[in-house]
T-cell receptor, first 115, second 115 residues
Framework: DAGVIQSPRHEVTEMGQEVTLRCKPI?????LFWYRQTMMRGLELLIY????????DSGMPEDRFSAKMPNASFSTLKIQPSEPRDSAVYFC?????????????FGPGTRLLVL | AQSVSQHNHHVILSEAASLELGCNYS??????LFWYVQYPGQHLQLLLK??????LVKGIKGFEAEFIKSKFSFNLRKPSVQWSDTAEYFC?????????????FGTGTRLLVSP
């Protein structure tokens, strides 16, 4: 099993540019999560999907952020326009099952720097 | 809203010392509790979890955690740490029996074990 795959691993961009982060969950997992990790706020859930449908996007900071999951094996998190305060590590995770006790499997993260 | 507090942000120990990392949560209902670990340069991965039964839970690499409902706590312990335990440790909680997958993470504790 390849685990959760994220790309790119590192992204440096200038303020105002569009940034797209990509995630491939573990095959068979029906939940997908996007998290952001910063020194100040720790690890925050941005949005999660179940069977490709967004369930809770209350953590998405503002309209500049959007996430899609067009199929079971791919999701994107887009920031447009990007700002320096968006600099963080963005993690994708996936899991399966309904109980809430399931382990979430994390990808390696995308380290984003907005100049 | 749920919250998770990890009071120790940085811990420095010598090898063979005993470890206890504190975790407290604020939610009056039934919860599922998790400890995740992030080794340098690696993904977050599950150390252990509790959702029912024996409140003393054993995880990988000799770690254990005890759920004390009356104290809203789920402290992580290890009797004798090794240099390889150097990592960042995250406590997380979600609401049990709701199928609600949203995990709330603490801000993490960075552990440095000196050889």
């Amino acid at each position: 099993d390849a685990g959760v795959i994220q790309s790119p691993r590192h992204e440096v961009t200038e303020m105002g540019q569009e940034v797209t982060l990509r995630c491939k969950p573990i095959s068979g997992h029906d939940y997908l999560f996007w998290y952001r990790q910063t020194m100040m706020r720790g690890l925050e859930l941005l949005i999660y999907f179940n069977n490709n449908v967004p369930i809770d996007d209350s953590g998405m900071p503002e309209d500049r952020f959007s996430a899609k999951m067009p199929n079971a094996s791919f999701s994107t998190l887009k920031i447009q326009p990007s700002e320096p305060r968006d600099s963080a590590v963005y993690f994708c995770a996936s899991s399966s099952g309904l109980a809430g006790t399931e382990t979430q499997y994390f990808g390696p993260g995308t380290r984003l720097l907005v100049l | 809203a749920q919250s998770v507090s990890q009071h120790n942000h940085h811990v420095i120990l010598s090898e063979a010392a005993s470890l206890e990392l504190g975790c407290n949560y604020s939610y009056g209902g039934t919860v599922n509790l998790f400890w995740y670990v992030q080794y340098p340069g690696q993904h977050l991965q599950l150390l252990l979890k509790y959702f029912s039964g024996d409140p003393l839970v054993k995880g990988i690499k000799g770690f254990e955690a005890e759920f004390i409902k009356s104290k809203f706590s789920f402290n992580l312990r290890k009797p004798s740490v090794q240099w390889s335990d150097t990592a960042e440790y995250f406590c997380a909680v979600n609401r049990a029996n709701t199928g609600f997958q949203k995990l709330v993470f603490g801000t993490g504790t960075r552990l440095l074990v000196s050889p």
